[in-house]
Each structure stands twice: as structure tokens, then as C-alpha cells.
């Protein structure tokens, strides 16, 4: 994207003597009329003088004059047509060169009416009657006519033809005739007579052909886009012409027009140009050519003149075609003063220093004021467009549109546009033409016209009308001088206000639109036109209209220049708002009709029929409309609608606009408010006044002066190349040109990253939410859990990318998910859409189709409606993503089975373990129960009593050596590794939470011996728990004869440092008598046994009980639920784990899943044979 600049080049085009091409060639080589279709060219002289006469009274036509003597139709014309006992009165015309010609005609009525100052009035007949020709008595009606004056220039608007319509019969003006709205016969009794006349220019002498360019500039054309090569057509669209003047003709005013081109990226180009006429040379004509413009003797070349046509133009991607007037008059007055004074600036310095040295309008200076000469009217303003408007930026001027053509007109037009019909404008001001062109393809929003849009035909393009497909075309009204349009086609009368429509397309009028939106519409339109035709607003006490616009066009700049246009603005605004309501209104309920895409899209899944259910759509509206609905969608524009609206595309800011729109719509329904409704808003950026000023150019240091006598060549010597402003230093030292600094300006480094943005009325639409419940403290809350919500998915996209190497590709897509889930478990009001389309747009990146069609069920289910944004990114995802295959399902069922296999061999091995562990356990419950049994016996022999300090216990000897057998038994298990333990917990990624109390607290025991004495709770809690379940370790005091030894059960010892500090203390333990101390030993290793399985299959801590089989049944169940769990993980997201696509790569991960299982099998299975 190149930079934006005011105007992009400057062209002169013309005649180029050396490359002579008859436009008829022209058009007959490149178009597809052929040369017995084209017409000559009308030569008759224009109307001089009118007069009536009476027919009845035996009055005949004066001699040079010709008598009307029927309508178009073939009725008589007499302008008493029908009345009863009335004259019967006849109009009559000369033509001729011998005078000036006529430029007006009209009809007074004499007792309610006065006479113009320059205008005649018809009183009498040839023979000097009075020339009456109302058929009642009751008062006069007279014609009347305006004559140019004695000096009048050539190429001027005159009277070229006259005519008499009757309206009760069903007659309509002719193509290019002017109605005078006033009817002759006011009586009870009589037709409805009227007066047309037709206006063209006063052609003298010439020869058309085809135009081409003679300079430009820049010489050299931008990367963005090229020079169009046709521009000469449009600048001069009726052809480059050599006339033949007399001389005491003065030299017309140089006339205004714009134009519309397209570009090969399909953008618009805006032109602006205004042609005017030089003297042309003799001796570049040849004997026929002078023959051809009776420009032959020396007389003639004493009392005629010989001139050619130019025009010089400027082309932008930007309409200010105010701004573009202003400075082509500026350039083409200085060119003509430099004869009389000559210049100390050369006209190449202006033309370079408005291409490059006017900057853009921003939003930091809204408005540019531009000095171009020394003198105070020299000056033109440059405003911001209204690029924060989400309609399509155009060229369109709304008010020239409804001021031309009126309310009803409007209306017309916009159902011919809507039901694609064939339309052909045409006016005598080309100026308008263009204007009101782009207001019928803006106004047809959300829809883009679709067909050939010319809005100033060339004459050497009109074949297009041939064409057989729809278009709007705009030509010049002299169009129907030379040709024939065909009879299919519409016409509307700019100048005139009139349409034509053939008898085939009679059933086209306001009646088949939709009763209530149209009714709307036309209340909305008549308001607005009472302002336009009787405007309350005033600059200097006159009323703004056209001619006060045009007046002010030329004028020095002034404060009421800005309110004018903000006036014309706002009037611009209210138009486009009533018929945007209207589009909205007739479309209102059709997103219910779009069918998104659910599933692996086959052939014909983008076809229209597939993405909008037409009959349904259809047989929702009203039946009294169906009719206007069929016209409708069997456009191409409303499929291309359909088309743009279900994927992405460049249209869907403006198609996002248009959701809110029908939203808004849709909320009021038929209630009489609903007109009311606001659907434009501005930005308070773009009503501020803050001007920039750029001077004048100045003059060069050398004493110079520069005199023209036609407009070209240009001497590039005087252009300067660089712009003066913004200048950068390159790295060498250069400075870069204008096109190195857009490039670099454009191209900076951009986020590889997605990211979706709210559009600008969503960030309104945002802002009024937020105002609104700010008012409410919990609401308010709300709002800014939403809003939280929001920043979350917005900053999505970067998590998304930074976690791509550490996690599965859609596990952070899985997570968003569940966020959005929980979001909407808060029933926050409104729903950020936002969340949903950032997740949507994520879904077509990563190609994770199944979770965007999740995403858009959650969607409805919350109530939200896509926008055209949200929609698109769902459809690009679901359609240009990678669906699961039938191969890839095939894989993901073997590798599951293979998966369940493994489960099975797991559990078998669990079930032998838990064999192991109840055999185990009865061998000890049977030498516990013999030990019990002979304890019981000596216990009634003890009398001695256990001490409850720190003194030894006295035993006997047979106590003493039952006690040396049990810690022979001990002796031979295997030491309990606990940091492996540790080690295998943290592999698996377990978390355990943790308990407020220790899982053997020295509670267990049921004594006041051993209490833990501390000033610390939880944490040296679990240091004390590891030490109650390690009590083998520990010294106990016994008799004197012998000598104290640890109890043989190798345990891990803890480091000093790893204890937390303050140290705890420790009272040693002492038992009452043997029996207790020999239950202890025998609980210890199933203590510890215990305490191991519970670290490694995560079991929440339960009483210590005595039943091996007890414990055993707890193993069994927690190893169950553990391979229940992970064979669901299986079964439910079976693609985490590898590609599904590589049969190796699935044993792969089954292996890597086995191994730790493996693990923890071995060290149970160690640990139990070790106990045995």
C-alpha cells in the first residue's frame, strides 16, 4: 500500500496534430456500433423567434416560420385541445443565424406572475391579435422566451427544438425536452396542454476526433497503480474537436467535470477536469479539413476563427472534487494572465508543488488551507474524509441527487438500481452526472453494483449500451443527437427530471416496494427536499442553494464557506440515513436465512444455494411483496452479497456496520419510532476546526518571468522531484523520495500473531455499554469481568504462538474453550463477541474446524448472532481447514486398541501383586495371633510396672528372646527406598493435597508416651509422620544386661539441614509392658507398607486398620480407578499423543505410557517380597 497523497497525477490531454483519428474510426473500430447506426450529427440553426397563430381566424404561418402541427403522439397540437367554443391556436418557430438565438421559453400567467427582467413576452399574433391562448376568460396566458445576448459566446446552451405534449393522453416529454411545468388551458373543459423545448450547444463548424495525452506529471508512474491510458476519453468525452468561430464570438467559460475510473486492483479513481478551447493553428489543416469548416477564402480567415479543444485534469484515490475545481480554475487563470503580466513562479512549480507538497488531511489536522497565489481568493481547503464512516467511500453528491430528481424520482431510481436494470443518465452538465451516479450505487448499501458502471461515457464507449447485461451509464444529452439509444433501456433526464421507461418495464414503479419502508422513506425524503428547495439556512441574508454554491465556489475563503459545507454535509448525512434505514428494513430478519457450513465441505458447499436459504427468506416476507423480493434476490449483487456476507472479504467493516443496523431495526419493529432511529454517527475528531496552513509556493532567486500562450508542453526543468516535507536522511546520506518513504512507512514489521480488532462501532457500541452500567455497581462489576474476559482472548493469539513447541497445537485452543465456557456460565450482558471471533480466527490458523463449530453452537446457545467478521473467520475455518479422514479415524481406532490392551496387562499384573499382598498379610496375622496369645499368658505373671520417664524395663527371658526373634524376622526385609517413592510421584505429575494433620500421628498409639513436643504445626507434622513410620530406627532403652541397638530396618535418613527450623524435640518412647511393644513392632512394617501405596497410587489418608484384606481392597480399587481414568483420556482425546497418522509413532507413545506403571509395579512387587 503506497502512501496517501492528495492527488496522484496531473494530465493535459487534446489533439495531437501528428496522430489524426476521426472518432467515427474510433468508434466504430473499438465499439460495436456499426457505421449504419451512427447518425449525423444535427446541423439545423438554432430557434430564433416564436409566435402563435389563429388558425380559426384564418391567420397562416409568417414566411421563414415552421408551425407545430401535432404531438409526438400524432394528436392535433392546438393549444386549445379539447375546449368548446375556443380558437383553435397554433405555435410556430424561425431558426437562423441572422440573430441571437433563444435560451429560454415559458408560459406567464399575466394576472399572478411579472415578467423577468431580460425575458419578451409573445402579446400579439403575425396579424396583431392578442395571442391569448388560455381558453377561459377568466385570465391571460401568454408564452414568453429569453434571447442570448448580442455577443454571445459559441458552444452556449440554446433553443434547438420545440414541442406540444398532451398529459390526458398519456404523452411525456421527448428524450432531452425541458417540461414547462404550466398548463395553456385552465378552463373546465379542454386537454391538458403543455410546452417542451429542447437545449443544446451551439455547434459551429467542426471535426471530432479521438483525444490523447500530451503531458503529464509525474513522468513516471507510481508502483501502486499506472496512468490509465483512456483518461483522455474522459477528460474530453465527446471528443477532441477543431472548430471554426466567427470572430466577434466571445471565448466560452471553461467547463467543469468529473469522472470515475477503476484500477487493475478494482479500486476507484477519482478525475476531475475542465476543458476549455486554444487558438489552432492554420497551416496544420489540410484543403478537406478546411473545406469541412468553410474556412476557405481569405475572407474567411479574416472574419472566422480557427480553435481546438483541452483540457487539463487531476487524478486522485481521493473525491475532493471542490478542492480540484478550485485549483484547475487557479492554474487555467494564471496560464491566461501571463500574457498580460508575466509570471515570477513558472506554472510547472504550482502543478509540482500541490502533487507533493500538500500533505493528507489526518486526524491530528483535520483540515489543510492552502495559499496558492498572492491574491486573498486564491486559496483552497482540503477536509478529512469521512473515513471513519463504514460506508464505501464515494464520490456521491446525495444532495445534488435528491434536488434533480425529487422524492418520488429517488425512489424510482433506487428500485431500477435494485432490480438491475439497464440505466442510462444524462444531462447537459457533466459535472452532475458523476455525482449523481455515485449516489445510486452508495445508496443500494450493503449492496456493490455488480455491472458496467460508466458514470461520464466517452462517445467512443457508448457501445456499452448495446450491451446485453444491466449498467449505469451517464452521457452527455448531444448522446441523442448523433445516436439512437435501443428501446430496452431506462432513461433519466437530469436536466429535465424526467424518466423514461419502456412499455416492457411499465410494472416498475413505487408501488412494488415494500408499503411500509417505502412510506418511510418518502416522508424522510420530503422533509429533507422542503430544506434543499426552501432552505431556512442563510450565508449573508441569501438563502444556500445551488447557484449560492456556486457562487461561493469562486469566492476567497471565508468562515460561511465552512458552514455551507458542513450544512451540505449534514444534509448528505439525513439522505443516506433514510434510505440506509430503508435497506435495513426490507433485509430485516435475513441472517436467520444463512447456513453456516457444519461439516467437511464437499462440492458445492460455497454455492449460493448452499450458504442462504432462498425459499425460506422468501416465503417470510410479506405476499404483497413477493413479487419486488423476486426481482431482488435474483440480482447478481444480492448473491454477491450473500457471498461477501458468509466469508471474509474487504467489505466486512461495512457489512459489520450493516448487523448493527438491522439490529437496531429489528429492536424497535413496526413501531412509529422506528423512523426515528439514528444509524450514521460521526466522531468528534471530525467536526473540529483545526486548520493547517501551507503557503504559496515562493519564487526562485533568479530574476525570471514566465509567459504562456497555451497550456503545454511543460518543461520538466521546473518541476521538483522531492517533496519538502517529511524528508528522512538515508543511511548514505540521500534523501529518499516520496515513494521510498511510503513504502517504509507502510512495510514496518508486523506480528506474525493474528490478532482481531473491534471495528469502530463496536468500540462505540462498547463505550455505551460501559456508560450505561456504570450507573450500577454491580453491573458495573459485570462490565469489567467482561472486559477481563475480553483482554484474555485479545492477548490469546501470542499465548497461542509462544506455547506451539511445549504443548500440543490444540491444547491451548482446548483451554480458550473452557474459558469461554466459563464465561458464560456468568451470564455477563451483552456477550463480547470479540471472544468468540478471536477463538474463531485461531480455529482456521491452527486448522482446527470441530472446535470452531463447537464455538459457533455455543454462540447461539448464548444468544449472540455472528456479525459478517465473526461469520467469515468461522466459514474460513471450517472450509479451508484439515478434517479429520476416514484413514486418520482408522489409526486412531488401533492405536486405541492397542492402548486398551495395555490396560488389560496392567490390571492382570495388579491382580497378582494383590495376591502377593493377601498372602502376605495372613502369614503375619497368624504369627500376630500366636505372639498375642503367649503374651496374655506371661501378662499375668508381670507385676512389674513400666515407667513413664526415661527408665528401662525389667523382662524376662523369654520375652527378651521372643523379642530377638521378631527382630530377626525384620531384619531380613529389604530397606523401603522412599525417595524413589518420591521420585516416581513427581514423574507422574501427581499433585496431593495436602492434609492439616499427619497421616500416623503419635494419636495412633493411645498413650501420654512419645507426645511430639513443638511449637510448629503442619510442616513438622509431616516431618514427624515420616519419623513415626521410621520408629524401627530408633534406640529404645530395655534392660541393663543389655546393650542398646537400632531394631534392623534400613531406612533413608534425613538430613539435619532438610528439617524446618526451629528443630522439634523429641520425648523417647516407652512402653508399659511387652505386649505393647511387640504389637507396635508388628504394625510398623504394615505402617509403612501403607504409607508407601498411598504415595503412589494418591490415596486420601484413612484410618489405620488391622485386616490386611481391608487394605488390600483399598490398593485394589484406587489402582482401578486410575486405569479407568486414563483408558477415558484415551478414548476421549485420543490425537494428543502423536501423529495418528504413523502406526510406529502410536506404539511409540503406548510404550512411553507403559513405563511408568512399569516402574511402580517393580518397586510394589519388591517391596512386598521383602515384608514376606
Not at 88 to 96: A, E, H, P
Not at 440 to 453: A, D, G, M, N, R
Amino acid at each position: 500500500m503506497d502512501e496517501k497523497r492528495v492527488v496522484d497525477y496531473f494530465v493535459i490531454a487534446g489533439l495531437d496534430s501528428n496522430a489524426l483519428v476521426p472518432i467515427e474510426e474510433f468508434v466504430s473500430r473499438d465499439g460495436a456500433i456499426s457505421p449504419q447506426q451512427l447518425t449525423a450529427p444535427t446541423s439545423l440553426p438554432p430557434i430564433t423567434d416564436i409566435t402563435v397563430i389563429i388558425r380559426s381566424q384564418g391567420e397562416t404561418v409568417p414566411s421563414g416560420f415552421t408551425c407545430i402541427e401535432l404531438t409526438p403522439n400524432g394528436f392535433t397540437a392546438d393549444l386549445n385541445h379539447g375546449s368548446i367554443r375556443s380558437p383553435n391556436i397554433f405555435l410556430c418557430y424561425r431558426r437562423g443565424t441572422d440573430k441571437p438565438p433563444l435560451v429560454d421559453i415559458g408560459v406567464l400567467y399575466e394576472s399572478k406572475e411579472r415578467v423577468m427582467s431580460d425575458s419578451e413576452v409573445v402579446h400579439t399574433t403575425p396579424n396583431g391579435r392578442q395571442a391569448n391562448v388560455n381558453n377561459s376568460g377568466s385570465s391571460k396566458t401568454f408564452l414568453t422566451f429569453r434571447r442570448a445576448r448580442d455577443l454571445y459566446p459559441c458552444n452556449q446552451l440554446v433553443v434547438t427544438d420545440i414541442c406540444v405534449i398532451l398529459a390526458n393522453k398519456g404523452e411525456t416529454p421527448p428524450h432531452a425536452f425541458c417540461l414547462i411545468n404550466k398548463t395553456l388551458n385552465k378552463g373546465l373543459y379542454g386537454s391538458d396542454v403543455f410546452v417542451c423545448y429542447k437545449k443544446s450547444m451551439n455547434r459551429p463548424p467542426l471535426l471530432r476526433y479521438e483525444p490523447t495525452i500530451l503531458d503529464r506529471f509525474p513522468l513516471d508512474d507510481y508502483d501502486c497503480y499506472s496512468l490509465p491510458l483512456s483518461v483522455p476519453l474522459f477528460c474530453i468525452p465527446m471528443g477532441a474537436t477543431v472548430e471554426c468561430w466567427p470572430k466577434s464570438c466571445l471565448q466560452p467559460r471553461p467547463l467543469f467535470s468529473k469522472f470515475v475510473l477503476t484500477s487493475d486492483s478494482a479500486s476507484k479513481v477519482y478525475g476531475a477536469a475542465i476543458t476549455f478551447y486554444e487558438a489552432y493553428a492554420e497551416k496544420k489543416l489540410t484543403e478537406n479539413q478546411k473545406i469541412q469548416l468553410g474556412y476557405e477564402t481569405e475572407e474567411d480567415s479574416d472574419n472566422k476563427t480557427l480553435n481546438v479543444i483541452k483540457s487539463i485534469c487531476i487524478l486522485s484515490r481521493w473525491p475532493f472534487f471542490d478542492t480540484f475545481e478550485r485549483l484547475l480554475y487557479f492554474l487555467y487563470k494564471t496560464l491566461l494572465s501571463s500574457t498580460v503580466t508575466p509570471l515570477q513562479i513558472p506554472i510547472e512549480r504550482y502543478i509540482s508543488h500541490f502533487v507533493l507538497d500538500i500533505p493528507f488531511p489526518s486526524i491530528q489536522r483535520p483540515k489543510i488551507l492552502v495559499q496558492l497565489g498572492s491574491a486573498s481568493d486564491e486559496t483552497v481547503l482540503l477536509s478529512q474524509p469521512l473515513e471513519d464512516m463504514p460506508l464505501p467511500l464515494s464520490g456521491a453528491s446525495f444532495t445534488e441527487f435528491l434536488r434533480t430528481l425529487g422524492p418520488e424520482n429517488c425512489m424510482i431510481v433506487l428500485l431500477l438500481a435494485l432490480a438491475e436494470q439497464k440505466i442510462l443518465l444524462h444531462s447537459l452538465r457533466p459535472d452532475v452526472l458523476t455525482g449523481v451516479a455515485e449516489a445510486i450505487t452508495s445508496l443500494i448499501f450493503p449492496f456493490h453494483w455488480q455491472c458496467p458502471y460508466i458514470p461520464l461515457c466517452p462517445l467512443g464507449l457508448c457501445d456499452v449500451l448495446n450491451a446485453p447485461l444491466p449498467f449505469i451509464v451517464g452521457v452527455d444529452s448531444r448522446y441523442f443527437d448523433m445516436y439512437e439509444p435501443p428501446t430496452d433501456i431506462v432513461c433519466v433526464d437530469l436536466d429535465t427530471n424526467s424518466i423514461y421507461i419502456s412499455e416492457q418495464k411499465r410494472n416498475l414503479n413505487v408501488k412494488v416496494l415494500p408499503k411500509r419502508p417505502a412510506r418511510i422513506l418518502k416522508s424522510n425524503l420530503e422533509k429533507v427536499f422542503e430544506r434543499l428547495v426552501n432552505p431556512q439556512y442563510k450565508i449573508n441574508g441569501t438563502a444556500y442553494n445551488s447557484v449560492t454554491k456556486a457562487r461561493l465556489s469562486t469566492s476567497p475563503f471565508i468562515p460561511e464557506i465552512i458552514k455551507a459545507k458542513k450544512f451540505e454535509r449534514q444534509i448528505d448525512l439525513e439522505i443516506q440515513e433514510a434510505f440506509l434505514r430503508f435497506m435495513a428494513s426490507i433485509l430485516k430478519g435475513f441472517r436467520s436465512y444463512l447456513l453456516p457450513i457444519t461439516r467437511a465441505p464437499t462440492v458445492g458447499a460455497t454455492d449460493p444455494s448452499s450458504l442462504f436459504d432462498f425459499q425460506g427468506f422468501l416465503k417470510s416476507r410479506d405476499k404483497t411483496h413477493q413479487r419486488f423480493y423476486h426481482y431482488l434476490m435474483r440480482t447478481q449483487m444480492f448473491t454477491r452479497f450473500i457471498e461477501e456476507r458468509s466469508f471474509v472479504s474487504d467489505k466486512d467493516n461495512s457489512l459489520a456496520f450493516f448487523d448493527e443496523c438491522l439490529d437496531k431495526v429489528e429492536a424497535f419493529g413496526d413501531a412509529d419510532s422506528a423512523g426515528n432511529i439514528r444509524m450514521l454517527e460521526t466522531d468528534e475528531a471530525s467536526k473540529s476546526d483545526r486548520t493547517v496552513f501551507i503557503p504559496a509556493p515562493e519564487p526562485s532567486s533568479t530574476s525570471d518571468s514566465f509567459t504562456y500562450h497555451r497550456f503545454g508542453p511543460l518543461n520538466a526543468v521546473y518541476f521538483h522531484k522531492h517533496p519538502v516535507i517529511c524528508k528522512k536522511h538515508t543511511p548514505n546520506g540521500d534523501y529518499p523520495d516520496s515513494e521510498s518513504l511510503s513504502r517504509s512507512f507502510y512495510n514496518f514489521a508486523i506480528s506474525e500473531s493474528p490478532v482481531a480488532r473491534r471495528t469502530k462501532q463496536e468500540m462505540r457500541s462498547a463505550q455505551r455499554v460501559a456508560r450505561r452500567h456504570a450507573e450500577f455497581p454491580l453491573t458495573w462489576a459485570k462490565c469489567l469481568v467482561s472486559y477481563c474476559y475480553s483482554l484474555w482472548f485479545i492477548h490469546l493469539p501470542a499465548y497461542v504462538k509462544a506455547t506451539q513447541i511445549t504443548l500440543p497445537k490444540d491444547k491451548p485452543l482446548r483451554i480458550a474453550y473452557e474459558v469461554l465456557l466459563r464465561m458464560q456460565s456468568l451470564n455477563l450482558h451483552p456477550p463480547d463477541e470479540l471472544c468468540y471471533r478471536i477463538l474463531m480466527l485461531l480455529c482456521g490458523v491452527y486448522s482446527q474446524p470441530t472446535l470452531a463449530v463447537k464455538v459457533l453452537f455455543q454462540m447461539k446457545r448464548n444468544g449472540v448472532t455472528p456479525n459478517a467478521i465473526t461469520y467469515g473467520y468461522y466459514n474460513k475455518a471450517v472450509l479451508e481447514s484439515k478434517w479429520p479422514s476416514g484413514e486418520s479415524k482408522l489409526w486412531t481406532k488401533l492405536r486405541n486398541v492397542i492402548l486398551g490392551v495395555n490396560e488389560f496387562r496392567k490390571c492382570g499384573q495388579l491382580h497378582h501383586s494383590k495376591m502377593k499382598n493377601n498372602q502376605s498379610f495372613s502369614n503375619s496375622t497368624e504369627t500376630f495371633s500366636e505372639d498375642k496369645e503367649s503374651s496374655e499368658t506371661r501378662q499375668k505373671r508381670d507385676t512389674t510396672q513400666s515407667d513413664a520417664g526415661y527408665s528401662s524395663t525389667n523382662t524376662p527371658s523369654d520375652t527378651a528372646e521372643q523379642s530377638q526373634n521378631q527382630g530377626r524376622r525384620l531384619s531380613k526385609c529389604v530397606p523401603v527406598k522412599m525417595r524413589k517413592s518420591n521420585d516416581l510421584r513427581i514423574r507422574a505429575g501427581n499433585i496431593v493435597r495436602s492434609s492439616s494433620s499427619s497421616l500416623f500421628s503419635l494419636d495412633d498409639y493411645n498413650s501420654s508416651a512419645g507426645l511430639l513436643m513443638t511449637t510448629q504445626t503442619s510442616m513438622e507434622d509431616s516431618v514427624f509422620s515420616s519419623a513415626d513410620s521410621d520408629f524401627s530406627s530408633r534406640k529404645r532403652h530395655r534392660s541393663a544386661e543389655q546393650s542398646n541397638q537400632p531394631i534392623p530396618v534400613e531406612v533413608q535418613q534425613r538430613n539435619i539441614n532438610d528439617l524446618p527450623s526451629p528443630k522439634p524435640y523429641m520425648r523417647s518412647y516407652s512402653f508399659g509392658n511387652d505386649v505393647r511393644i511387640i504389637k507396635n513392632l508388628k504394625e510398623g512394617p504394615l505402617r509403612a507398607l501403607k504409607q508407601e501405596l498411598e504415595r503412589q497410587h494418591q490415596m486420601v489418608p484413612e484410618e489405620v486398620d488391622e485386616k490386611s484384606d481391608d487394605i488390600a481392597t483399598k490398593v485394589t480399587n484406587s489402582r482401578s480407578t486410575t486405569t479407568k481414568a486414563t483408558l477415558d483420556t484415551c478414548v476421549e482425546e485420543p490425537e494428543r499423543n502423536g501423529d495418528l497418522s504413523d502406526p510406529e509413532s502410536a506404539v511409540k507413545n503406548v510404550n512411553e505410557v507403559n513405563t511408568p506403571c512399569k516402574e511402580t509395579n517393580v518397586i510394589q512387587n519388591s517391596r512386598i517380597e521383602s515384608i514376606e
